[in-house]
């Protein structure tokens, strides 16, 4: 079984910043697409950012300019550091990553609890 875990959420004001972290444990032979997602009340799930094991990265737009994604590979781990933020950016986050236990194992899609961010005066 593979488990991600999330952390950094929490409550912050407009134009503050918070930097989300998530940690794949776990049977993992390899993890190919990390990403994180988010779904505020009333909404549909939405990709926010991805990142390759290569490094390639791909933000939605409302992301660019003011979100970054990154992984340590040796960690198994992902972050999302948010600047700028917005209330509109008030949502549940999401971790996400393709993962398969053995190297003739197919990739799976593995979700996180999700951590809270809101952004709120």
């Known amino acids: 079984q593979v488990q991600l875990v999330e952390s950094g959420g929490g409550l912050v004001q407009p134009g503050g910043s918070l930097r989300l972290s998530c940690a794949a444990s776990?049977?993992?032979?390899?993890?190919?697409?990390m990403g994180w997602y988010r779904q505020a009340p009333g909404k549909e799930r939405e990709l926010v950012a991805a990142?390759?094991?290569?490094?390639?990265?791909n933000y939605a737009d409302n992301a660019k300019g003011r979100f970054t994604i990154s992984r340590d590979n040796a960690k198994n781990t992902v972050y999302l550091q948010m600047n700028s933020l917005k209330p509109e950016d008030t949502a549940v986050y999401y971790c996400?990553?393709?993962?398969?236990?053995?190297?003739?194992?197919?990739?799976?899609?593995?979700w996180g609890q999700g951590t809270l961010v809101t952004v709120s005066s």
């Open positions: 996400n990553a393709d993962s398969r236990r053995a190297w003739f194992d197919r990739y799976r899609q593995i």
């Open positions: 990142i390759t094991s290569g490094g390639s990265t």
């Open positions: 776990g049977s993992i032979f390899s993890i190919n697409v």
